[in-house]
Nanobody
Framework: QVQLVESGGGLVQAGGSLRLSCAASGLIFSTNAMGWFRQAPGKEREFVST????????YYADFVKGRFTISRDNAKRTMYLQMNNLKPEDTAVYYC?????????????????WGQGTQVTVSS
């Protein structure tokens, strides 16, 4: 049974930082590409960032480039999202997701497993 558990969300002031973690179990992990997505109230889920199985390939949504950094530690079966210079518009539930494939992908429908999400709230 695959489980993805996000942590690290919370309330932060604009300009602050948070580090999200996604701990995986029930899958090989080192052969799974991973991704972060988010969903704000009243909005559709949107792509944030993705990382290939080795960590060698990463992609970011334009609105987080230069502020967020995705990484992974295959030995710990954990993926991270370092979020700096947070803005109120970053407020959302952040979800981690895993693909059965090794390649990084931006489309949510290419992901097979999803976590329950962690709330990030940025106050102005």
């Amino acid at each position: 049974q695959v489980q993805l558990v996000e942590s690290g969300g919370g309330l932060v002031q604009a300009g602050g930082s948070l580090r999200l973690s996604c701990a995986a179990s029930g899958l090989i992990f080192s052969t799974n590409a991973m991704g972060w997505f988010r969903q704000a109230p009243g909005k559709e889920r949107e792509f944030v960032s993705t990382i290939s199985w080795s960590g060698g390939v990463t992609y970011y949504a334009d609105f987080v480039k230069g502020r967020f950094t995705i990484s992974r530690d295959n030995a710990k079966r954990t993926m991270y999202l370092q979020m700096n210079n947070l803005k109120p518009e970053d407020t959302a539930v952040y979800y981690c997701a895993a693909r059965r494939g090794v390649g990084a992908r931006q489309a949510g429908e290419t992901y097979d497993y999803w976590g329950q999400g962690t709330q990030v709230t940025v106050s102005s």
